[in-house]
Every structure is written in structure tokens, then in C-alpha cells.
């Protein structure tokens, strides 16, 4: 049973913008945003609680920011000035029960989990 669609990624060059979207099916507590570059572990990019505290990576604070459209039951990700560093799988993930804040960029939080999609930046 499919519990989140994202689309959004695609190519771009430095210093432009992307906006990743994940439709969610379920309940909804806390999402987040996360990503796997080739060779490196994946990482919180992103997250945010329903009541609307969000949370970033060091990384791309300043450049991305997490949102929620409840109507449409979509979590979004929009990423300004991208860097050649950003490039990766991008996945969202929801959780439907408790969101421990000293975890919530941490992949254990979340139940379920998107496909992916690729994000690359060219130079």
C-alpha cells in the first residue's frame, strides 16, 4: 500500500532552485525530508511537526525550507541556491505517532518512507 508519492527532482545548475513534493496517504505527525549521496550515509535534510516547529541540517538552513500544505495532504521541500553538494536521493518520510524532537532528523523516527527522487547540480 503506497503511503507517499514524491516528485520534483530533476537537474539543475548551481545556484538554482528545485521543489521536491511528497503526497502523504496517512495519519501525520512529524515529516522530514532526507537524502543519500553515492557513498555516504543518508542524512536529515529537513523536518517539521504538524503544529509547524521546523527543523534543518546545518547544511541548508538559509537555503531550504519545509512546508505543508494540509488541504493537499502534500509535504514540500524548497531548495534555493543549490550547490554541487546537494546532489542526491531525496526521500520523505512521515511518522504518525510520537515525534521525539532530539531525533527528529534521525531516519529511526519515521514509519513510512518514500521512493525517492534524484536531485543533481552541475557546476
Known amino acids: 500500500q503506497v503511503q507517499l508519492e514524491e516528485s520534483g527532482g530533476g537537474d539543475v545548475q548551481a545556484g538554482g532552485s528545485l521543489r521536491l513534493s511528497c503526497v502523504y496517504y496517512?495519519?501525520?505527525?512529524?515529516m522530514g525530508w532526507f537524502r543519500r549521496a553515492p557513498g555516504k550515509e543518508r542524512e536529515g535534510v529537513a523536518a517539521m511537526y504538524r503544529a509547524g516547529s521546523r527543523y534543518y541540517a546545518d547544511s541548508v538552513k538559509g537555503r531550504f525550507t519545509i512546508s505543508e500544505d494540509s488541504a493537499k495532504k502534500t509535504v514540500y521541500l524548497q531548495m534555493n541556491d543549490l550547490k554541487p553538494e546537494d546532489t542526491a536521493m531525496y526521500y520523505c518520510?512521515?511518522?504518525?505517532?510520537?515525534?521525539?524532537?532530539?531525533?527528529?532528523?534521525?531516519?529511526?523516527?519515521?514509519?513510512?518512507w518514500g521512493q525517492g527522487t534524484q536531485v543533481t547540480v552541475s557546476a
Open positions: 496517512s495519519k501525520v505527525n512529524c
Open positions: 518520510a512521515t511518522q504518525e505517532g510520537w515525534c521525539e524532537i532530539a531525533n527528529i532528523l534521525r531516519s529511526q523516527t519515521y514509519q513510512y
